[in-house]
């Protein structure tokens, strides 16, 4: 495991902490023999890391191998390994695409931007400023004309922002 | 060997260096088409395609309507299934992918397949699969595209094993794939490794090894593990970041890497110079029993103190021993028994080399962080940058939430403002106004700094009086003559303290309409303020302290400018508790009670910053003269911090103006490196080089300058030991000889001057070829919008017989409408069918063209029917132009042939189409120049300018 994410042992550990207060009833402090448990999305997203974002929903389906929302300590620590400060920027960029493209079509469209924007401001701009946004954004990073973003456009549009390295991050 | 040439089929299989980014693509290649012919199936999966023909019947009614419809296409999602299968070819769908995705793509894919599986799917589900068109791509049945995939993870699992360890480590952290798989992958990696080692190998010698290989590697986590338990304030930092977002977590992270920095210098010179120096008893134990007020003491670090460890005055300029006998010998050299350990040497060398590695770590850092903030060009996509990477992932807190909702949104919306209106011209007299206000203000503030720095220098000029007569006097009270010496600070760190606030006041006065833009102007003019008012100290006590201590009474005055140092960082901490009481503290309370806001007031990040950036030029430039200051500044540091955590949750809201975090890290470093710890290392370099440090008393009593204790140190060697004496000739050739240290920095110079061409040049590149993806992005726009096209007609024909007569095509004189119709029609049809042929057309004209037929699907065909209308009009003989032009390239310039294409069509179409399809053209026709040729592209540019116009 440590080969295969950034942490080291003792965060992992700490993770593991973290994941068995998640349902203490659920999972085993021991985790010698690897058992199957798998925590599901309503008690994850509890966690206070994600209680106030507004992506949390997304950020745990997006990790999970199930696609519903059903974390096992793998796909726990998958999560954070992304999202930690090391991972690098091609990485963070294929998840953060994951996470914004709420219909899982591999595409960000409209649909999916007008999503994004709503839980990003919430009720701050009006249903035309939010049509608006979108229709700009899209024109904006789209480069093949099919007019929703693949991953292509995300990346090399995410590429441009040096912000996103910062903020695609939370500490555990 | 076994394993090694098992891969030779592979064709890429020699990764040398990690950083080879195109062997690591290339033994990816295979993978990535297979993704392509998998995008081909999803694509054809979808459910648009499945009602592809109702909607086409739509589109039928729908593209008979007027002109506009024809942009609407454009947004519209309706394409065709063809459009589709096009679109899913386009390079930037398939090469551009990055490897990543592609891997997790196959790893998405692996896990649908899996699902599928599990839940026994009935073959309705996938109707089309069994078509013939898609029969050939492995997903007729779950059971063969199972198999697929487990070749496929084989060869990855090869593509790993032929790399190194840490690459393989490396290359595993940073694929997209889930842990299991990982898990599953790594130990796939190991088995087949084993094997391949255990068949090679004796098994005794290979046990052993991999107990020690296991054995390094635990110790080597263990390490790990130990250095990241050294992440200082973990969970401090994410509560800071969880409540105040980035922007206050920068100035955190600030102070924590300050006080690694100061760390540094501690542990260098406690280990170096003060250890040994305090664990052999000085001689002259002078017992000095000046016994003041402690208290007074601690502040002015006088007295008591100024003859301890803190200051270079203590220092003795003897080469230790470690023999107890020798330690009493007078210069050292007579004693030859156990480890010499010369202090004036060792004194030098700690300090010039602390120096060095900060200023090389410095450097690492900045260039690191310019790296990752300043990258290309901003200004393209700046909605969909703050749409997608604004929200900062970290802040947990509800209140801090709701203000970064409404943060962005505000953003938001003046970002689509801005989109929307242009720029708006204020008037004349307005501008004027402004730019008046702007040089009031910069004229007040300079000012005022202007008298700042005269004050200082004519208080420190009278306190340096004053000073002189009383030690002449020696009759006046002692405690008055050390409360004295704090004056001067207590000036200064007000000055520091209160100016911030006068310049916030102007800057308000001046309304700024960018937040940035307030920042920087704050930003440069605080730190000119510090650095004059630091330089005009500098002086103070390098030009009058150090030249004449004598009038002092001074016996030795690094001693006192240590003293000073010390005692402007302890005022500077002092000043930063009362700012933070009464400032933060007392102005919350204020404010909530009296004016009954509700708004705590905001930590203001920028003037914080360059506080600690002004403690730390004090504590470099005190380094030579008081080795311990660092501790100092470490305690000071890391009081500092809890108390500004304190404060910030007590007293502070979460900022909301936006603040570039990424980049202001960058420029706090950046002034970290320039003006502060530069001008530390002039003053000090300076001071070693050029002024003679006091006879009384230091490990360099006795010398000329600081320096002359490396020349010293070795004509000693070379006198001692014969065969040496080239090093003591190369000394003096190298270091003393100015000529050398000027070539030293020409060549530096040059260095940096290359580099910064080079950089310049990158920078031109990327933006050709930004330029370039725009320009592809708009062909691609048009070529989809033509295919589209195309392809509607197609429908709305069908019943017309024309499918056989795709191959070659004889066209009577008469050109009318309808018949361009009959032959787009036709070239339509053998698109969609084949793409390989290359078949000449011969036209029955005033002109003859031949055309050539491209391989990919993209490639419109290429018509130039136009030529018959256009003789009638005067632009359209630039393109018989251009055409012409790019026949005789290659035939690989599809989009001037599409170009003429379009001619055809404005022609044959109404005119209300001419503007758009115009404008796309020209678009197209510069960038195939771009291409081909620089020296006709100026030519061409112009001429396609007028014809927008027109």
Request: charged fraction near 20%; hydrophobic fraction near 35%.
């Amino acid at each position: 495991m440590l080969d295969c994410t950034f942490f080291t042992r003792k965060e992992i550990l700490r993770l593991h902490g973290r994941y068995h207060e998640l349902a203490p009833h659920l999972v085993p402090m021991d985790y010698t023999n690897d058992p199957d448990v798998k925590v599901p999305l309503a008690l994850i997203v509890n966690m206070p890391e994600l209680k106030e974002n507004p992506f949390r929903n997304r950020i745990v389906e997006s990790f999970s191998e199930d696609g519903k929302g059903n974390l096992s300590f793998n796909d726990f620590v998958d999560m954070f390994s992304v999202l930690s400060e090391m991972a690098p920027r091609e990485l963070k960029a294929i998840y953060a695409f994951k996470i914004y493209d709420f219909n899982v079509d591999n595409y960000i469209c409209k649909e999916d931007l007008e999503k994004t924007l709503n839980r990003l401001t919430k009720e701050e701009l009006t249903p035309e400023e939010v049509i608006l946004v979108c229709e700009k954004a899209i024109e904006e990073a789209d480069l093949d004309g099919d007019n929703k973003l693949s991953f292509a456009d995300f990346e090399n549009m995410i590429s441009r922002a040096p912000d996103f390295l910062s903020t695609f991050h939370i500490r555990i | 060997m076994d394993g090694r040439v098992s891969f030779d089929a592979d064709p890429v299989i020699d990764f040398e260096s990690p950083a080879d980014e195109d062997g690591v693509h290339d033994s990816f290649s295979q993978l990535i088409q297979e993704q392509c012919h998998d995008l081909h199936d999803v694509i054809e999966m979808t459910p648009l395609d499945l009602e592809e023909d109702s909607r086409d019947d739509v589109e039928c009614l729908e593209a008979d309507s007027d002109a506009p419809q024809q942009t609407d296409h454009l947004i519209g999602e309706r394409w065709s299934s063809d459009t589709l299968k096009v679109l899913s070819s386009m390079p930037s769908r398939t090469i551009g992918r990055s490897r990543g995705a592609i891997i997790s793509q196959y790893c998405n894919r692996t896990m649908q397949l899996r699902r599928r599986r599990q839940s026994r799917p009935s073959i309705q589900h996938f109707p089309r699969s069994a078509r013939p068109s898609i029969r050939g791509y492995g997903v007729e049945t779950d059971a063969a595209g199972f198999e697929e995939e487990e070749n496929k993870r084989d060869r990855l699992v090869n593509n790993l094993q032929n790399l190194s360890d840490s690459d393989r480590v490396r290359m595993l952290r940073a694929m997209p794939l889930s842990l299991s798989e990982k898990k599953e992958l790594r130990m796939l990696v190991l088995n087949k490794a084993e094997h391949s080692v255990s068949q090679n190998q004796i098994p005794c010698c290979s046990q052993l090894k991999y107990y020690i290989i296991i054995a390094l590697r635990h110790g080597w986590y263990g390490w790990l593990s130990f250095l990241s338990s050294l992440q200082l304030w973990q969970t401090a930092l994410k509560c800071v970041g969880g409540r105040f977002g980035t922007g206050v977590l920068s100035y955190f992270i600030f102070l924590r890497t300050l006080l690694f920095f100061n760390v540094f210098l501690f542990l260098v010179t406690g280990l170096l110079l003060v250890v040994p120096q305090a664990i052999t008893h000085p001689d002259q134990d002078q017992n000095i029993t000046v016994r003041s007020s402690w208290g007074l003491e601690v502040l002015t670090g006088a007295g008591y103190f100024s003859h301890s460890l803190l200051y270079y005055g203590y220092y003795n300029n003897q080469t230790l021993q470690t023999g107890h006998s020798c330690s009493a010998s007078g210069n050292g050299t007579s004693c030859s028994s156990g480890l010499s350990y010369n202090m004036p040497l060792v004194y030098f060398f700690t300090i010039g080399a602390a120096f060095f590695i900060t200023c090389i770590i410095l450097v690492y850092s900045m260039s690191k962080s310019f790296g990752q903030s300043f990258r290309i060009d901003k200004s393209k996509g700046l909605l969909a940058i703050k749409v997608f990477s604004s929200w900062d992932f970290k802040v947990i807190k509800k209140s801090s939430v709701r203000l970064q909702r409404a943060n962005i949104g505000t953003q938001l919306k003046e970002l689509v403002a801005e989109v929307n209106r242009q720029e708006q011209k204020f008037p004349v007299l307005q501008r004027l106004f402004r730019l008046f206000i702007h040089m009031l203000a910069w004229i007040m503030c300079l000012g005022s700094t202007l008298a700042c720095v005269l004050a200082v220098y004519y208080f420190s000029e009278h306190m340096h009086g004053d000073l002189r007569n009383r030690t002449q006097a020696a009759s006046s009270d002692p405690l008055l003559k050390e409360a004295s010496l704090l004056a001067v600070p207590v000036v200064v760190s007000s000055i520091n303290l209160l100016l911030p606030g006068f310049f916030n006041v102007v800057a308000w006065m001046e309304k700024y309409d960018s937040p940035s833009m307030l920042n920087y102007i704050s930003i440069s003019r605080n730190l000119l303020l510090k650095v004059s008012v630091l330089g005009v100290l500098c002086y103070h006590w390098l030009g009058r302290v150090a030249t004449d201590p004598q009038s002092l009474g001074l016996e030795c005055w690094e001693s006192f400018v240590g003293q000073e140092l010390y005692r402007f960082l302890l005022m500077d901490f002092i000043f930063m508790l009362l700012d933070t009481f009464f400032g933060e503290f007392l102005w919350r309370v204020f404010s909530q009670k009296a004016l009954k806001r509700k708004r705590k007031p905001v930590f203001d990040i920028a003037r914080n910053v360059l506080e600690l950036i002004y403690g730390q030029t004090l504590a470099w430039l005190g380094v030579l003269f008081s080795p311990l200051l660092p501790a100092v500044q470490i305690i000071k540091l890391l009081f500092l911090f809890y108390m500004k955590k304190v404060s910030l949750k007590m007293n502070c809201q979460a900022s909301g103006k936006p603040w570039r975090a990424c980049q202001m890290t960058t420029i706090f470093i950046t002034l970290l490196c320039f003006p502060a710890f530069l001008g530390a290392t002039v003053c000090v370099t300076y001071t070693m080089w050029s002024i003679t440090p006091s006879a009384g008393c230091g490990p360099f009593r006795g010398l000329k300058n600081m320096f002359q204790a490396g020349k010293r140190w070795v004509h000693r060697l070379a006198a001692v030991n014969p065969d040496l004496h080239w090093l003591a000739s190369a000394h003096s050739y190298l270091v003393e000889n100015p000529l050398f240290l000027f070539l030293c920095a020409g060549i530096f110079l040059i260095m940096i001057y290359f580099h910064s061409q080079v950089v310049d040049g990158q920078r031109k590149i990327i933006e050709l070829l930004q330029e370039q993806i725009e320009n592809e992005g708009e062909d691609k726009k048009f070529l989809i919008t033509r295919l589209q096209h195309i392809h509607e007609r197609k429908r709305r024909v069908t019943p017309r017989p024309v499918k056989g007569a795709s191959e070659v095509h004889t066209h009577t004189l008469s050109h009318t409408h309808t018949h361009t119709h009959a032959h787009t029609l036709s070239h339509a049809h053998t698109h969609t069918h084949t793409h390989t042929h290359t078949h000449t057309h011969s036209h029955t004209h005033t002109h003859t063209h031949t055309h050539t037929h491209t391989h990919t699907l993209s490639h419109t065909h290429t018509h130039t029917h136009t030529h018959t209308l256009s003789h009638t009009h005067t632009h359209t003989h630039t393109h018989t132009h251009s055409l012409t032009h790019t026949h005789t390239h290659t035939h690989t310039h599809t989009h001037t042939h599409t170009h003429t294409h379009t001619h055809t069509h404005t022609h044959t179409l109404s005119h209300t189409h001419t503007h758009t399809l115009t404008h796309t053209h020209t678009h197209t026709h510069t960038h195939t120049h771009t291409h081909t040729h620089t020296l006709t592209h100026t030519h061409t540019h112009t001429h396609t300018h007028t014809h927008t116009h027109t």
